[in-house]
């Protein structure tokens, strides 16, 4: 009985050198890939889930800030869930032919239960792609039909409900 446990201990003490470098490397690999493995969302972000070997993007769940584990070989896609604002500049013809600049203030935020869905059907950048040429197009449409004078007495009550 006691001829086993010296066996054993050798054993061991001869596979500890290899079990420990194994480890040392685990660790090194696992330390090297952290900022793929972890992601920390702040307060005001939400995360959508795309898994390369598990069917794409997850739409039935959106990440809630805090701090998320996920496989290294898939990503975490953060987006800013809080009001924002962008100032574009816009050129547009009045009904008269006259050149009007316009100074626009948009402000916006994604809707926060749809976020996956926006992220696979658009991506990150929607501002761009969507939110910007709708607001172009809305307004390009209703000044179009007004004359320089009218824009700036009763069609700026009409601009704002065709925007919103």
């Given at each position: 009985m006691g001829t086993f446990y010296s066996k054993l201990i050798d054993k061991s003490k001869e596979s500890m050198i290899p079990l420990l470098i194994s480890f040392l490397i685990l660790l090194i690999v696992i330390a090297y890939m952290s900022h793929n493995i972890f992601y920390t969302l702040m307060p005001g972000e939400a995360g959508v889930h795309w898994s390369r070997f598990g069917g794409g993007t997850e739409i039935d769940y959106v990440y809630p800030e805090g701090m998320h584990m996920i496989l290294p070989w898939d990503k975490m896609y953060i987006y800013t869930v809080r009001i924002q604002e962008i100032k574009p500049e816009l050129d547009v013809l009045t009904k008269t032919g006259l050149q009007v600049h316009l100074f626009l203030s948009i402000r916006?935020?994604?809707e926060y239960r749809l976020l996956a869905l926006l992220h696979q059907?658009?991506?990150?950048?929607?501002v761009t792609k969507v939110i910007i040429p709708e607001i172009e197009a809305v307004l390009r449409?209703?000044?179009g039909t007004m004359g320089a004078e009218q824009i700036y007495t009763t069609g700026r009550v009409v601009i704002i409900e065709a925007i919103n």
């Amino acid at each position: 009985m006691g001829t086993f446990y010296s066996k054993l201990i050798d054993k061991s003490k001869e596979s500890m050198i290899p079990l420990l470098i194994s480890f040392l490397i685990l660790l090194i690999v696992i330390a090297y890939m952290s900022h793929n493995i972890f992601y920390t969302l702040m307060p005001g972000e939400a995360g959508v889930h795309w898994s390369r070997f598990g069917g794409g993007t997850e739409i039935d769940y959106v990440y809630p800030e805090g701090m998320h584990m996920i496989l290294p070989w898939d990503k975490m896609y953060i987006y800013t869930v809080r009001i924002q604002e962008i100032k574009p500049e816009l050129d547009v013809l009045t009904k008269t032919g006259l050149q009007v600049h316009l100074f626009l203030s948009i402000r916006y935020a994604p809707e926060y239960r749809l976020l996956a869905l926006l992220h696979q059907k658009v991506g990150p950048d929607y501002v761009t792609k969507v939110i910007i040429p709708e607001i172009e197009a809305v307004l390009r449409e209703i000044i179009g039909t007004m004359g320089a004078e009218q824009i700036y007495t009763t069609g700026r009550v009409v601009i704002i409900e065709a925007i919103n």
